[in-house]
């Protein structure tokens, strides 16, 4: 596992009972989870229920949340009353192809505009295309959608999309599906020191002591879908997740003792004839 650096908190201000602010909205759980590669919709159910999540993603390209009135519809299951649902562009390979997609899920959700924009580069590793990313996001914001951001590890370009008017970047701490966790924690930390938008981790996280990670970084959130479906135990795993965001949040801001390589004796031996 990497090393990780002592963190100072940042903002100074925040405290245990501070919200996630999403687009104006208040949100107490930091967990977003997706709904994608469960059995059924019974245990994608369960699982977010269990997971404490508030905010839930939707793949537009792979969900059926109206388009198909011959198939389950997951807002049955799922639905806006419940939760902020979050339409992504998973999928998605050009600039084109994502702007057409957000304008879907707004005529499928009745003028629904928070959206989380992924365009993808590589189908093998599934990392985001940051020329198409950028593309898209100055439609979309032109465009008047509250975008949440899929991109890579680069603080330069995440500052980027931040001034371009993205309210959340979300950077990824490993490729999607990985479940390595977090590979690069000082580019995650740099890009969290400059950001003045929530930072949420998005792809890499295999488990909960990597949840826990991203929160002791000082992230506002992790969003995460195959940790917990492909767990042997999906529901249990969101569980567990659960806890883990509130530690780590506990754990940021509560401040971390420094490292060192042993303790140092309380009554030092310096000066004596010992």
Do not use: W
């Amino acid at each position: 596992m990497n090393a990780m650096p002592t963190l100072p908190l940042k903002r100074t201000e925040s405290n245990i009972d501070d919200p996630l602010m999403v687009a104006g909205a208040e949100y107490r759980s930091r967990l977003l989870v997706g709904t994608g590669k469960y059995k059924d919709l019974t245990e994608t159910k369960a699982a977010i229920e269990a997971s404490g999540a508030q905010i839930v993603t939707v793949a537009i390209r792979r969900t059926n949340i109206g388009q198909d009135p011959n198939k389950p519809n997951l807002l049955e299951f799922i639905t806006p009353q419940q939760y902020t649902i979050l339409p992504n562009t998973a999928g998605c390979y050009t600039a084109k192809e994502a702007v057409r997609t957000c304008r879907l899920a707004r005529e499928l959700l009745d003028g629904h505009k928070l959206i989380k924009l992924e365009v993808l580069g590589d189908e093998k590793t599934l990392f985001p295309d940051i020329t198409e990313t950028l593309k898209a996001t100055e439609e979309l914001v032109k465009d008047g959608f509250d975008i949440m951001v899929y991109t890579n590890d680069d603080p330069i370009i995440a500052k980027r999309l931040e001034d371009m008017g993205c309210i959340s970047v979300m950077p990824l701490a490993a490729p999607i599906g990985s479940g390595l966790g977090i590979r690069n924690p000082y580019n995650i930390l740099e890009i969290i020191e400059n950001a003045k938008v929530p930072i949420i981790v998005d792809a890499g996280v295999g488990t909960a002591s990597d949840a826990a990670i991203a929160m002791e970084l000082g992230c506002d959130g992790v969003l995460m879908n195959t940790a917990i479906a492909a767990a042997k135990h999906p529901i249990l795993m969101a569980s567990a997740m659960k806890k883990a965001i509130e530690a780590g949040r506990e754990a940021y801001l509560a401040g971390r003792m420094p490292r060192k390589r042993y303790a140092s004796a309380s009554s030092p031996l310096d000066g004596s004839f010992l």
